[in-house]
């Protein structure tokens, strides 16, 4: 099986997410991690031409960005 950039790229970010939120509580950068990783994978859903995954992505990034924001300013 070979294994395009594209694909690649949809791989990592998938991955990352997974990873990042199994660890979200252990620190807020976790959660912005996966708010990354939930951008790069929607970007990947656009590219790749399954702009519904883009989509959904993006609203799961908003998400942990706000969470993030929320967690981080109780820290500060």
Request: charged share 15%; hydrophobic share 60%; with cysteine.
């Amino acid at each position: 099986m070979k294994l395009d950039a594209l694909t690649l790229i949809g791989l990592a970010s998938v991955s990352i997410m997974v990873i990042c939120y199994a660890l979200e509580r252990k620190s807020p950068w976790f959660i912005f991690g996966m708010a990354c990783a939930c951008v790069a994978a929607g970007i990947y859903g656009f590219l790749a031409g399954t702009w519904p995954f883009g989509i959904v992505e993006w609203i799961w990034a908003a998400i942990a960005y706000g969470r993030w924001w929320r967690d981080w300013r109780s820290l500060v």
